[in-house]
């Protein structure tokens, strides 16, 4: 789905990411963790083509994804921090991005799975964090695209709204897509992801299962196991 | 790009500052026009006008919009959209609707005075065209400066000095070039000099088809001893759509590299 080979990339003189040679399978949940500033986002921002790399290639779906654009038609991407233009309302956003990539009737179904309906009206810049977080969702899953990627998908959102991502990203999974996720919630990550994928450093540290890990770790739970490998 | 394009151009056209802009132009039209009564003298008061004004408001709204709608911009770039018809597409948005602005602004008294029957119309068209001209090329480098600089601040600050600088202290160390080289010829000098300040050229430009020798000046003098008055025209055009095109090929050029 995904194969990443000695990927460089650095800001200035801060190296961020140290050569990452990854290859992601399809189908299934990949967690990609790390400690702050370990290069997850600017990972994910490579797959996407929002950050240049120095070195190194990246294919998704087994294209080189240089200098082309129409590849992102198969993926579906949820930014970390929902930030919107904000003198547009709600509706106004999810038709202008259907208009920009293509029509979809997903949107309708999301709307109401988030109740995001009083709020169709609502200019965005004057939504809570959380309700903006929704709208981000409604926007990235109203696409029927093989892979997904979402950063942070859970900061923000209500109990109730949890649960409902959680079984949103399960029936995509069901589906045969690939979902990678960045979180720092380790139950939220522990719960829904299959394999998960440890930076550190800007290098891949660990990939695996969680069992495989608390193995190497020697560790009986998840969160323990992740903070042995920071210490 | 014409559906980023759109977009742009409709969010601006919502926002409040292209209305003031808009009747800006209207009010300096009907009174240069209502209470002057003097067709070729409002135009030389507005090509003064114009010339200043519009690099200003063009620079100064371009980098606006574009750190305004930086997170609009990284929305577009995760879609599967070519990133330079995303940049160039909200120049074009910010450009047009600030050329509607001016064209509107000042067209509409000038067809309520009645100019279609009169003969300064070439000369006002010419004003517009040159506006237009100049709105294109300041917008396109601020875009430029924006794109170079993450800091507001600094883009901001870069943006006014580059007006500051071509619009007035140009003018000045050109002057003092003049005056300190006096003993030798200078007219190879002064025309580039000319070529290389789209405000001077702008201006040269519009007195030149004007005709009006008293106000062409040294350069402006030289221009028509050495290109003629058609063929000046011309030359001033063709180096004014250069001017459009580098920074615009610069935008293409570094949005394919930035990392957002």
Same mark, same amino acid.
């Given at each position: 789905m995904v194969s990443i080979e000695n990927l460089h990339k650095r800001f200035n003189k801060n190296?961020?990411?140290?050569?990452v040679d990854l290859n992601i399978a399809k189908g299934g949940i990949f967690a990609i963790l790390g400690p702050n500033g370990s290069g997850k986002t600017t990972l994910i921002k490579s797959i996407l083509g929002m950050v240049i790399p120095n070195k190194g290639t990246i294919n998704v779906l087994g294209k080189?994804?240089?200098? +082309? *654009? +129409?590849?992102?038609?198969k993926i579906d991407y949820l930014p970390q921090i929902a930030n919107f =233009?904000?003198?547009?309302k709600v509706g106004e956003l999810i038709k202008m991005i259907k208009d920009l990539r293509k029509n979809t009737k997903e949107d309708q179904r999301l709307i109401e799975l988030f109740m995001l309906q009083p709020f169709?009206?609502?200019?965005?810049?004057?939504?809570?964090g959380g309700t903006k977080q929704k709208v981000n969702l409604v926007l990235t899953f109203m696409f029927d695209s093989p892979l997904i990627i979402l950063d942070e998908? #859970? *900061?923000?959102?209500d109990p109730i709204s949890l649960i409902r991502l959680k079984h949103l990203i399960q029936a995509e999974k069901a589906k045969g897509k690939t979902i990678l996720i960045t979180s720092h919630i380790m139950s939220f990550v522990e719960e829904v992801s299959d394999e998960i994928v440890f930076l550190l450093e800007g290098q891949i540290y660990f990939k695996g299962s969680i069992s495989e890990l608390k193995n190497k770790t020697n560790q009986p739970d998840f969160e323990h196991a992740i903070a042995s490998i920071l210490t | 790009m014409l559906k980023i394009l759109k977009y742009s151009f409709f969010d601006l056209m919502r926002s409040r500052w292209s209305y003031v802009y808009f009747a800006f132009y209207l009010l300096l039209g009907i009174v240069l026009l209502f209470l002057n009564n003097d067709l070729s003298k409002a135009v030389i008061t507005l090509m003064n006008v114009i010339i200043v004004l519009v690099p200003l408001i063009g620079t100064i709204f371009g980098v606006m919009y574009y750190y305004s709608s930086k997170e609009f911009t990284e929305l577009l770039l995760?879609? =599967?959209?070519?990133r330079p018809s995303i940049f160039l597409g909200q120049y074009l948005g910010v450009a047009i609707s600030l050329s509607m602005s001016l064209i509107l602004g000042l067209g509409i008294p000038f067809i309520a005075y009645?100019?279609?029957? +009169?003969? #300064?119309i070439w000369d006002f068209s010419l004003l517009l065209i040159t506006g237009t001209f100049l709105t294109l090329i300041f917008t396109a480098l601020a875009f430029n400066i924006a794109l170079t600089n993450e800091n507001k601040i600094k883009g901001f600050g870069y943006a006014i000095l580059l007006w500051l600088f071509l619009a007035i202290i140009y003018d000045g160390l050109f002057l003092m070039s003049l005056v300190l080289f006096?003993?030798? =010829?200078?007219d190879k000098l002064s025309l580039v000099g000319t070529m290389l300040n789209p405000i001077d050229l702008s201006r040269t430009l519009i007195l030149l088809k004007l005709d009006i020798s008293a106000l062409l000046g040294y350069t402006g003098a030289i221009f028509k001893k050495f290109f003629g008055t058609n063929f000046g025209l011309i030359v001033s055009f063709i180096m004014l759509a250069v001017w459009v095109v580098l920074p615009v090929l610069r935008i293409v050029f570094k949005s394919k590299k930035k990392d957002f």
């Open positions: 190296v961020v990411l140290n050569g080189n994804i240089k200098n +082309s *654009s +129409s590849y992102r038609h =233009p904000n003198n547009l169709l009206n609502k200019k965005l810049g004057n939504l809570s998908p #859970t *900061s923000g959102l | 995760a879609q =599967p959209l070519k009645g100019l279609l029957k +009169s003969n #300064t006096e003993d030798y =010829p200078l």
